[in-house]
């Protein structure tokens, strides 16, 4: 059980702004379950996400969708969005391995990666615009589902230190199957949805993540938290255009 309880204050000091005793141990037993609780570690972002719209529902909806994108944004301190941005830099500025890892291990960002941002934020605030509270919260959580199909077994680091050297590989891939059968299940149980939509979201959620993870392990070797991030993001906005 310490395992676990690391595993979950790795989760949830890792992924959101949530203050929790640092892990005593973290190895890779320990990330591999953290990436695996990384849906139940974000519940909190969700129910913001999906309180806001319901609290701004008399206003004009892009709005309350920007905030409550916002919401989300402080409660995970940025980092799924700084890693879409350093992600979408490091692709588009070379195919140079060496020198893509070292465009977005900077803590600036060019053209392409706030051109990207953008492009996703506004795809998101989109269909927020058109979403409940609970399909808000839903599009949050199955972005988060990702994270353990991106650090399965078999898809290696693009670097041997930091935080994708950390989790990569260390979910077993029966159990990122696992959350993702599980959330495509609970998905079906989604009020005013035919019962077909939220595992729609889901499957499509998990495209867009898989599509930028091929295309990582291609061109960098490999993931790293940035990458890890990024999926995170455009799962988020491809489930939240489903379930509008």
Do not use: N
Request: proline fraction near 6%.
């Amino acid at each position: 059980m310490s395992r676990w309880g690391d595993a979950a204050r790795m989760a949830v000091g890792t992924l959101t702004t949530v203050p929790v005793p640092a892990p005593r141990v973290i190895d890779r037993r320990v990330a591999g379950r953290a990436m695996l609780l990384a849906p139940l570690a974000a519940v909190p972002l969700a129910l913001a996400a999906g309180l806001v719209l319901w609290a701004g529902r008399d206003l004009p909806a892009l709005a309350t969708s920007a905030l409550a994108l916002g919401v989300v944004a402080l409660g995970s301190r940025g980092l799924h969005l700084d890693g879409l941005a350093d992600t979408a830099d490091g692709l588009g500025a070379s195919y140079d391995r060496a020198k893509a890892l070292a465009i977005m291990r900077r803590g600036d960002s060019g053209p392409t990666g706030v051109a990207t941002l953008v492009f996703v934020l506004l795809v998101q605030a989109g269909a927020l615009a058109a979403a409940t509270p609970v399909t808000a919260a839903a599009g949050v959580l199955a972005g988060r589902c990702t994270l353990s199909m991106a650090c399965a077994r078999g898809v290696p680091s693009a670097r041997p230190d930091g935080l994708g050297a950390t989790v990569a590989g260390s979910v077993p891939r029966t159990a990122a199957v696992a959350v993702g059968i599980a959330a495509a299940g609970l998905a079906v149980l989604l009020p005013g949805l035919p019962w077909w939509r939220g595992p729609l979201a889901v499957g499509l959620g998990y495209a867009a993540a898989g599509v930028l993870l091929w295309r990582c392990t291609r061109r960098l070797g490999g993931v790293t938290g940035d990458v890890l991030g990024a999926g995170v993001e455009v799962a988020v906005a491809a489930a939240l255009l489903a379930f509008a």
